[in-house]
């Protein structure tokens, strides 16, 4: 592959855009192969362009690299799939395809990091009971959490409290539906990294974060 580190996170995520599993069951040998086909249809590449043109003309919300450390392709307010989010970092590729439903903390020990995935507006259809956490947007620099059941003060919950001292990183991923009004599944606004401010309770844990860039309007919905 010819892409810089960058490019090639792009190409991945443009690839499962495209075809939605994993190389050895689509038929293809390359990445490269798979995303060429497109070539054969010129006029899907123009709608294509136009789209992207339209869109980009439409953009109100300037993202930026979030840095820290963290992978360059990561941006605040940029929106993503879970398995974008995944593929950014590293733990899914062209081979390998995050499989099933996961959980909504993921940690990515090289990184010190762990990422947060949060649906504000939970049906009862797609979240059961013991996944029904009373997560929601406190004002625009602070965000209420609650934390898997297993959680507690003095158990793994411990990681949250002494974030400080373990310069341990939390990323928040939020949307408002798990699907849009055609059924689609909704992506993922990245929030950002959150810092530790209080906790309640135990298993699970009720936690406050300080965002450390602003929530987005359409988010807030206080008075």
Sequence with gaps: SSFDPQEDVFATMFYYTLYNDKIDKTGFQTREEAIATLSRYPLF????????????????????????????????????????????????????????????????????????????????KDFSPSTQYDDYVVSEYKFHWQSQNSDSHKGRGLRFVEQAKNKKKFLLFVREYKRDGFGNTCPFCCFGLVDYISSTGDKPMSINWRMQHPILPQFLKIG
């Design 45 to 124: 590449i123009a709608e294509i362009r136009e789209i992207i043109d339209y869109q980009l003309s439409q953009i109100s919300v300037k993202t930026f690299q979030i840095g820290q450390g963290l992978p360059d392709t990561l941006e605040q307010y940029g929106c993503y799939t879970r398995e974008e989010v995944f593929t950014i970092f590293g733990r899914q590729t062209v081979n390998k395809r995050m499989q099933g439903s996961v959980a909504g903390v993921f940690n990515i020990e090289e990184l010190n990091t762990e990422l947060f995935f949060v649906t504000l507006n939970k049906s009862d």
